[in-house]
């Protein structure tokens, strides 16, 4: 639409940016001159710095409004905005917001200190490219009234945003998704068969299994001597197809769990052995198995096999992966999380195994960092964590949410035993960036070759029994999980 647009060009001289906008408030030009890494946004169509790149225009009525600060911790002005009759609908890392704003509220906000940017979200920023040649569109708005029957046959629901807004499926093509990407009601709209993979594991389905034990571990593990901390008091969420909570280095603890199956809970009860995959039971061991067996390779001193980095933390199960009768939203997901008391949530899948930029599941997986809970008054952050893609360590194999910037995104480094590389090595197991937006990826990495953990008792993934180190209770797995 006419009254929306964009001054990015692409290789044009910063001048010529800055001379086909419209002249800005002379405070914010200051703050714009001053922009760095911080005030770059990478939207699905390209990266964009909105003081340099981006017209501040006011709404006709109501729109969706791009609001930027200038620094970090600005809280302040976070405040002034709010109270401006402007609403808040969602954080974007790092420093900016969406609200929904009419242009007096607009105008307002652009005049506030500490405020770098505001103007319209423009349509060419909340449409994915991916929509050439879709059939099927994944919309999503930013409030729950909206109303999109009239430019659709039929609309499923998906879930809700953040903000109370839907996530939606439509039939539709690109020539839709332009029309939907105008509306002042929509965030993004992009074409939906990314959704497929939402139900999929991104780990040991797409790398080989080895069923090898680690060769040369460190011996005996102490948290609380390592760290000063072994998890006591925290709970700890696992997004995943499920776990056997019956393994006795899992049960010795608080246990709780959420279920999506048909059967309405009756496979996902606490002190239960319902894992039919077998994944989630080994991720929950790393994480926080005791070790109580005793089971290990006795050819190193104290080495326990189903021992975890925080083995006295507390464990909420959410078995939404690959047996969930329906697929709730990440902001759903994540809420659950934090409803259960959980300080973290662990998640070894994704809704997209390419790349995809700052798109929407990235946004929620942000968000949840910041406001886990918006149906609860305050922040209730949450510690998000994604062991990102395998990509056999291919550049830019990392999928989505890989590539958010609140989220914590983990890869596996090779284990380091004799006759293989070194343990300070990526694993090919793991993707790694570097992100759409240029940025680097991954956050982090730990070992992924070869990991000995719990193993369930039904489960068939994470199911081999190690051949050099048999263990009735434990098996090995590959994978940046």
């Known amino acids: 639409m006419s009254r929306v647009r964009s001054v990015l ?24 001159a001053g922009s760095s890494p911080l005030h770059e946004l990478p939207f699905a169509a390209g990266t964009v710095n909105p003081a340099l790149d981006l017209a501040s225009l006011d709404p006709v009525e109501h729109d969706l409004v791009l609001v930027q600060l200038a620094r970090r911790g600005d809280t302040a002005t976070v405040d002034a905005v709010d109270a401006s009759g402007a609403v808040l609908l969602q954080p974007l890392a790092p420093v900016s917001y969406l609200v929904w704003a009419d242009a007096a509220q607009t105008q307002a906000i652009r005049a506030f200190d500490g405020v770098r940017f505001a103007g319209v979200l423009a349509p060419e920023h909340r449409l994915n490219p991916d929509v050439a040649g879709a059939t099927a569109l994944r919309v999503t708005t930013t409030l729950p009234t909206s109303d999109l029957t009239a430019v659709a046959d039929s609309v499923t629901t998906r879930g809700f945003t953040r903000g109370g807004g839907l ?35 991104r780990d040991e389905r797409t790398a080989a299994i080895v069923a090898q034990g680690v060769k040369n571990p460190v011996g005996a593990y102490d948290p609380a001597t390592a760290f000063g901390a072994d998890g006591s008091g925290v709970t700890v969420a696992v997004v995943d197809g499920g776990a056997d909570l019956t393994h006795p280095e899992l049960s010795n603890r608080k246990l709780t769990c959420t279920s999506y199956t048909p059967t309405l809970g009756a496979d996902c009860l606490a002190r239960s052995s319902d894992d039919a995959i077998g994944h989630g039971t080994h991720v929950s061991g790393i994480v926080l198995g005791d070790g109580s067996t005793g089971i290990g390779d006795g050819r190193i001193g104290g080495y326990r096999f189903g021992r975890g980095v925080a083995p006295g933390a507390d464990l909420h199960i959410q078995n939404a992966i690959n047996v969930a009768a329906s697929t709730p939203s990440i902001t759903a997901l994540f809420q659950t999380s934090a409803r259960a008391g959980a300080s973290v949530v662990q998640n070894s899948w994704g809704p997209s195994g390419t790349p995809k930029g700052y798109d929407e599941a990235t946004r929620q997986a942000d968000a949840a960092v910041r406001d886990a809970d918006p149906g609860t008054p305050g922040n209730q952050q949450l510690g998000v964590v994604f062991s990102i893609m395998n990509g056999s360590g291919g550049t830019s194999t990392q999928g989505a949410p890989d590539e958010g910037k609140n989220i914590l995104a983990m890869g596996g480094s090779k284990s380091g035993r004799p006759g293989a590389t070194s343990g300070d090595d990526l694993c090919t197991c793991s993707a790694h960036g570097p992100n759409l937006d240029g940025s680097r990826l991954v956050d982090l990495v730990a070992p992924g070759q070869g990991v000995m953990s719990t193993r369930a008792a039904h489960g068939t993934l994470c199911g081999v029994p190690s051949q050099e180190f048999p263990s009735p209770l434990h098996a090995t797995c590959t994978g940046t999980s």
Request: cysteine-free; proline content about 7%.
């Open 167 to 201: 996530v939606l499926t439509m039939p539709g093509d690109a020539r839709l998704a332009r029309v939907l990407a105008a509306r002042p009601d929509v965030y993004s709209v992009a074409a939906a068969d990314d959704l497929v993979g939402l139900d999929a594991l």
């Open 9 to 32: 060009a692409a290789g044009v001289a910063a001048g010529l940016l800055i001379a086909a906008a419209p002249a800005l408030p002379s405070g914010q030009s200051a703050l714009a």
